[in-house]
């Protein structure tokens, strides 16, 4: 929490990213699925479309979401595409954050010794806690 107070703004926005997409599967996989692997293919633009396809991936897998109106869809990429400008890892005309941190937020898995993204993709508060004394945090 120390780390978290003293954080810059950015630092904090990627945090609380990290931390919606540990929280909501959903979110990870459209971060990973779509985001993580556009980036990879330097397609920086995110649009609806996008969206449209990850949600339609997602109908045979999950048959709860077929009883979703397509009001509550559109809120859905409406929520997510806002949460990812507040994060900064997106801008207004929906192109990705080409820098490397932007690109490493989207994947819980990463290995960058040392750094806040590794850090916070632990999930063993204890693990935690000794990354972040070996981190000097």
Not at 50 to 70: P, Q, R, Y
Not at 77 to 100: K, P, T, Y
Request: contains cysteine.
């Amino acid at each position: 929490i120390i780390y978290f107070v003293n954080a810059s703004d950015p630092r904090k926005r990627l945090i609380l990213w990290i931390a919606v997409c540990r929280r909501y599967d959903f979110i990870h996989e459209f971060a990973v699925e779509i985001i993580r692997e556009n980036c990879f293919k330097l397609d920086f633009q995110l649009d609806d479309l996008d969206f449209v396809a990850f949600f339609t991936s997602k109908l045979s897998l999950h048959a709860e979401l077929n009883s979703i109106s397509a009001t509550t869809k559109g809120k859905a990429r409406q929520v997510i595409f806002r949460m990812l400008r507040e994060a900064g890892l997106m801008d207004r005309n929906n192109n990705i954050a080409q820098d490397s941190v932007s690109i490493y937020a989207f994947d819980r898995t990463v290995q960058q010794p040392n750094t806040t993204v590794q850090i916070l993709m632990k999930s063993d508060t204890k693990q935690l806690s000794g990354i972040c004394q070996e981190a000097s945090i």
